[in-house]
């Protein structure tokens, strides 16, 4: 896996980490940046557009690349309003534990495919992934 923190971060997402962890919408956008301006991927995208002027000046496939960068944000906009949309499985009519972890399973495809375009960013930009964290 390109990020190295995905699967130590997403199992305690779904509730299937050590410690049993809760499953909340929250961890999921914690990840993903968008619940803290603490968050290490927090605006990622906007850094990830500045950095196109390093591809630009290796003489890189800058339109590539900012396809990626586009991917990207799609996927991890989608993936924080799944997890959001998951805390409301219980509220609405026919739902239930079922509906958040169906919509929790959703969400983790959508991060998974988060990570592969982080992965091609990191490419494009020659830089090598960070080890994972112990407590994401």
């Given at each position: 896996?390109?990020?190295?923190?995905?699967?130590?971060?997403?199992l305690p997402?779904?509730?299937?980490?050590?410690?049993?962890?809760?499953?909340?919408?929250?961890?999921?956008?914690?990840?993903?940046?968008?619940?803290?301006?603490?968050?290490?991927?927090?605006?990622?995208?906007?850094?990830?557009?500045?950095?196109?002027?390093?591809?630009?000046?290796?003489?890189?496939?800058?339109?590539?690349?900012?396809?990626?960068?586009?991917?990207?944000?799609d996927k991890?906009?989608?993936?924080?309003?799944?997890?959001?949309?998951?805390?409301?499985?219980?509220?609405?009519?026919?739902?239930?534990?079922?509906?958040?972890?169906?919509?929790?399973?959703?969400?983790?495809?959508?991060?998974?495919?988060?990570?592969?375009?982080?992965?091609?960013?990191?490419?494009?930009?020659?830089?090598?992934?960070?080890?994972?964290?112990?407590?994401?």
């Amino acid at each position: 896996m390109v990020l190295s923190t995905l699967s130590y971060c997403f199992l305690p997402i779904i509730g299937q980490g050590s410690g049993g962890c809760e499953k909340t919408p929250l961890n999921v956008q914690g990840f993903l940046g968008y619940k803290s301006t603490e968050d290490p991927l927090y605006r990622a995208d906007k850094l990830m557009v500045r950095a196109a002027s390093v591809i630009d000046s290796v003489g890189g496939d800058v339109e590539g690349y900012l396809s990626v960068v586009e991917a990207y944000k799609d996927k991890a906009d989608n993936s924080a309003m799944m997890a959001y949309t998951s805390s409301w499985g219980e509220a609405n009519p026919n739902g239930g534990k079922e509906v958040i972890d169906e919509y929790l399973e959703r969400t983790k495809l959508d991060v998974m495919e988060t990570e592969k375009y982080l992965g091609q960013i990191l490419k494009y930009l020659n830089l090598e992934p960070l080890p994972a964290r112990k407590n994401p």
